[in-house]
């Protein structure tokens, strides 16, 4: 074996023994446990299942919780000495003071976690510095039987003993450590290395008897390489500890708010004993829990914020997941968020924080630079499978030409080591070193909280200027975006969204979860429109807080583990319980509003309210008769008895048959498996189906993939069908359907073809009793028609994304993000699919596909084995998908007209309609209507639909004082007048805060 091999071994053997000597037990503590299902009060600590235990004893399962006692008293011979606890109960635990205040988070040593970034385990408590001896020791501690990650780890006691610390000896090890990780990233022909080498081998000679003069000595030896600092240079690393704790993920939500308790406590104590420790934390839901659950707790922390030793940091709710949330919900995150850090702490926050969230849309940029948010951290896009990010530093441009400075830290992590490695990987892989002088790490052990231990902080103590690695300073993230912003000029540009090689499956899994929060978000929409029109009128009075804690409560189910569908089943047990609550009191305050606002008005009958800022022509049924009605801009129409016979139909004859389908301006043709053969335009001459394929094909994959993925090659394996069993066909006044009843396996699959005389679109209403595994359910249409891109619906506006596979960024994007619409369009015709609740779409060739459910058995084992309703509609038109409108069809789809019955009695009485308020010109969309966060104004946000410079007249019917433009915040800009048009330029997001005369 050769010499250097065996020096390298002897000195890894060494670091071993010095670590087996910091810590010497003197006595076991005595252990008593109170065990609960669920989380108990510390004043209610000994109510549970009572045991005594020793190491080795077990005391739960999985999620249960248990207050422990620890008593004991420190030895005689112990005097003098440093006296620590070594605790680690194979869960984690939260000591607490005598009022149950957190003190210290405890976390099992064996708990899972990629070992290479740092060990996760917290073990030891300081008890005194210099112990008098026969102190009596009583601790209590607050305990969840299960490790970082949610995993059982056997709930078992491992130890609970007093032991003396040598501190002589831990802080040799560290210096040990370090040094000895840097010969590892250094050349092997190198001075320094040879020179460090020999130090720690001389330190090996000297450490025989393990004497307290030969750890001095051996401290001394290495005081000097340590010693050594940097000359001038050309790299500063930024350091801030970094604690990422996932709001729901492998264990339910009432886990993480002990979760923060345990995290933050621990942050608490390390920072009285590292005065160079600057921690951050994002996400406002969090300090809400600590400020709800440990008010004490929240004190301290609020006093290392004032200090600046603490930084909050991310200036959105939650870290949420950016594809499936709308766009007003990504706004009201922000403001939130925000709003939050700003009356809690008076910080404001300019950098979005999310590290760990799958894919960014290509929105987000307008959003942030309108709510004074110029930064953004994120290290996900590491994570792509085919194509590396060519930029760890840039500027991200999004689709209306906002720009927001984008950094990706290059340790390609945010569970940082702030070891030599570290430090060398920074150096190795930062992209554009070239350009910058400054970049981040953060550190600690993340994704189930924890945080920085003594090891980060050690060895962050050694290495602020060591020679051979760049120097790191400890600070805010701020101070480095602020720094980093100096060279801007030189950065480049990467502009549309940053879409994430990888969790694709994220924008299906979970279906239940994202119809909710689809239907929820527009039915806040609708709240928030009729509760202005009340308020406005001196009706009714706005439910703000109300409001508040339902969109609060929203924005946490959009985290970015919750939504996209990769938390274990509690966490959709709960959610999809508490969904149900909030749709039922969302609907309820709307009804109550619009009643309200009828009566105000005087109007009886039925009455229909619109609150899409364009007429909208329905078919109506009242008592018994069909009515075509036209329902005026973001306004109502009250129908009759004798209501104008406009409004009552001329049937022409529609044909529902098992093979056939038609109204008057299209035609389907369906194959015997209830495939479609042929949609053909009449109106406009044209098939839209391609020649020989079938449409719809309701299609199941072999899907053995988890929550996140699913198999890149799932279209190589054969496909399989649902068998149909059944047909019933159906004309009712102007809507004619052929529904179509499917089995497959353990499911079925009932689906309607609907469609209604005069229009084009096709509604295909499905309900699926969907009970199988590892499988997933998609449809397709092969169109009769060419182009090389396709037009997605995004928050804000769309993309284009390609049809083809041309390059390899392309074959990457095989799965696509859409939200209300996916259109294909030649100039002079195309077809667009439209949606209800669902994400996940394919786009290739001349084939759109949407994945309507999958069934993976990671995480949650029951994931989408339930029932499913949902609707996608077929919608062919003329012209491109601009010329005919596509985002209104997508936005009636997803908005449905609102029904008011009153009482009809007086025959006489003529139909009654207004408008509140009315767009002329421009292709632009009033997507909020609200109260103002500070005052009663009203809010008012529209965007440019097209990506196109336009303009539009608004007109309000009701007196206004004045009116100012403002960003996102509700923050003045400029005073406007409403008198002539308004412009916008593409894609752009204005807010209008006007005053209502009194």
């Known amino acids: 074996m050769p010499y250097e091999k065996i020096k390298n071994e002897k000195l890894h053997q060494m670091k071993a023994f ?103 385990g917290k073990r030891v408590v300081e008890i005194a510095e210099k112990a008098s001896g026969m102190e009596e020791i009583e601790l209590w501690a607050d305990a969840g039987c299960n490790d970082l990650f949610g995993h059982f780890r056997s709930g078992t006691l491992k130890e609970a003993d007093i032991a003396i610390c040598n501190e002589e000896i831990h802080n040799l090890y560290y210096d040990v450590e370090v040094l000895l990780e840097l010969t590892e990233q250094l ?85 009285e004993k590292y ?56 706004i009201r995150q922000v403001l939130h968020g925000k709003k939050f850090f700003e009356v809690e702490f008076g910080k404001e926050v300019r950098t979005l924080w999310v590290p760990d969230i799958f894919g960014y849309s290509a929105s987000l940029p307008q959003i942030l630079k309108q709510s004074d948010i110029d930064f953004v951290m994120t ?56 350009i910058s002088e400054h970049s981040l790490m953060l550190f600690g052990i993340g994704d189930g909280g924890g945080g920085p231990g003594e090891e980060h902080l050690e060895r962050l103590e050694r290495e602020k200027n060591l020679l051979g690695l760049s120097p790191v300073v400890q600070e805010p993230a701020i101070r480095f975006f602020e720094k980093l912003e100096s060279s801007s000029d030189k950065y480049k540009t990467w502009t549309g969204e940053l879409y994430l090689e990888k969790h694709q499956g994220t924008l299906t899994t979970q279906a239940r979860n994202k119809k909710y929060n689809r239907t929820i978000e527009k039915a806040l929409r609708e709240l928030e429109f009729a509760a202005t029109l009340t308020m406005v009128k001196g009706i009714k009075e706005y439910p703000a807080t109300e409001l508040d804690s339902i969109w609060k409560e929203v924005m946490l189910y959009q985290f970015h583990d919750i939504l996209p569908g990769s938390s274990i089943s509690r966490v959709y047990d709960e959610s999809l319980a508490r969904y149900q609550k909030i749709q039922e009191k969302v609907e309820n305050l709307i009804d109550e509003h619009y009643q309200a ?176 595994s590892n499988k997933m359910l998609r449809t397709s249409f092969p169109l009769s028609l060419r182009s090389d891109h396709v037009h997605c619906d995004i928050q804000f506006g769309y993309l284009n994304r390609p049809t083809h596979k041309n390059t390899q960024w392309d074959f990457a994007k095989d799965e696509i993000c859409a939200h209300h619409w996916i259109d294909m369009s030649e100039s002079n015709y195309g077809v667009a699919l439209l949606n209800d609740c669902k994400y996940g779409h394919r786009a290739e060739g001349n084939e759109l596909d949407i994945n309507l459910l999958r069934s993976p058995n990671s995480p949650d084992p029951q994931a989408d084995r339930a029932v499913h309703e949902f609707v996608y509609s077929f919608y062919p038109h003329k012209g491109d998908f601009i010329i005919s409108e596509v985002y209104k069809k997508g936005y009636e789809l997803n908005i449905p007209v609102r029904k008011v019955e009153e009482i009809d009695t007086d025959n006489t009485k003529k139909v009654k309609l207004d408008s509140f308020i009315q767009l002329n010109g421009g292709s632009v969309m009033i997507e909020t209507i609200k109260k103002a966060e500070m005052d009663d104004d009203i809010i008012l946000r529209l965007y440019e639909t097209s990506g196109s410079h336009t303009s539009t007249e608004i007109k309000l019917n009701f007196a206004i004082q004045d009116v100012v433009e403002t960003n996102l915040l509700e923050e003045p800009k400029q005073f406007i007048t409403l008198d002539g048009p308004v412009s916008f330029t593409p894609f752009e997001i204005k807010t209008f805060k006007i005053k209502p005369k009194k």
């Open 18 to 120: 010095i670590e087996g000597k910091i810590y010497n037990k003197i006595a076991s503590l005595e252990v008593e446990a109170w065990v609960t299902k669920e989380p108990a009060r510390f004043s209610e600590r000994n109510k549970g299942t009572y045991l005594q235990l020793s190491a080795g004893d077990k005391w739960g399962e999985l999620w249960d919780c248990a207050w422990f006692r620890f008593a004991g008293r420190v030895p005689n011979q112990a005097k003098g000495e440093k006296i620590v606890l070594l605790i680690d109960v194979n869960g984690e635990l939260c000591l607490v003071d005598h009022n149950g205040t957190p003190m210290q988070g405890l976390t099992n040593v064996n708990s899972e976690f990629e070992l290479a970034l740092g060990k996760p």
């Open 187 to 271: 050349e092997e022909d190198s001075v320094r290395r040879a020179r460090i080498l020999q130090s720690l081998y001389d330190v090996s000679l000297l450490l025989v008897n393990w004497s307290d003069e030969s750890v001095r000595k051996a401290r001394e030896i290495l005081a000097i390489p340590l010693q050594k600092q940097n000359g001038d240079v050309d790299l500063t690393i930024s350091a801030v500890g970094h604690a990422h704790i996932d709001l729901a993920w492998l264990w339910p939500i009432r886990e993480t708010i002990r979760k923060g308790a345990r995290t933050f406590s621990t942050v608490l104590r390390n920072m």
């Open 275 to 330: 005065p160079n420790y600057i921690f951050g934390a994002s996400q406002p839901q969090l300090y809400q829990w600590m400020k709800e659950y440990y008010p004490e707790l929240y004190g301290q922390i609020k006093q290392r914020i004032t200090e600046g030793r603490w930084e909050v940091q991310g200036g959105m709710w939650v870290e949420p997941d950016s594809n499936v949330p709308s766009g007003e919900s990504l």
């Open 379 to 434: 290290q996900k896009l590491s994570w792509s499978e085919y194509n590396d990010h060519p930029h760890h530093t840039f500027y991200w441009e999004g689709i209306d030409g906002s720009k927001v400075l984008t950094h990706l830290p290059p340790e390609d992590t945010y569970n940082s080591p702030a070891a030599p490695r570290s430090i060398k990987k920074i150096e190795r892989e930062y992209y554009d070193k070239n």
């Open 597 to 772: 606002l009828n009566q105000y008005l005087h109007l009886s009958g039925l009455t229909l309210f619109n609150s899409l800022p364009w007429p909208r022509r329905e078919w109506i049924m009242s008592k018994g008769k069909w009515r075509k009605v036209t329902i005026p801009s973001m306004g109502y129409i009250a129908l009759h008895d004798n209501s104008d016979p406009e409004f009552i139909p001329e049937y022409i004859e529609l044909k529902a048959e098992e093979t056939l389908l038609e109204n008057d301006l299209i035609t389907i043709t369906f194959n015997q498996d209830g495939t479609i053969r042929s949609i053909y335009d009449k109106e406009n001459e044209r098939e839209t189906i391609a020649n020989n394929c079938s449409a719809n094909k309701l299609a199941i994959y072999h899907d053995h993939g988890d929550a996140w993925d699913f198999p890149t090659d799932y279209k190589s394996i054969k496909q399989m069908s649902p068998i149909l069993e059944n047909v019933q066909c159906d004309v009712n006044g102007p809507i004619a359907s052929v529904t179509h009843f499917y089995q497959y396996g353990n499911s079925t699959i009932k689906q309607s073809v609907v469609m209604t005389l005069g229009s084009r679109q096709i509604d295909f209403k499905t309900k699926v009793n969907w009970n199988e």
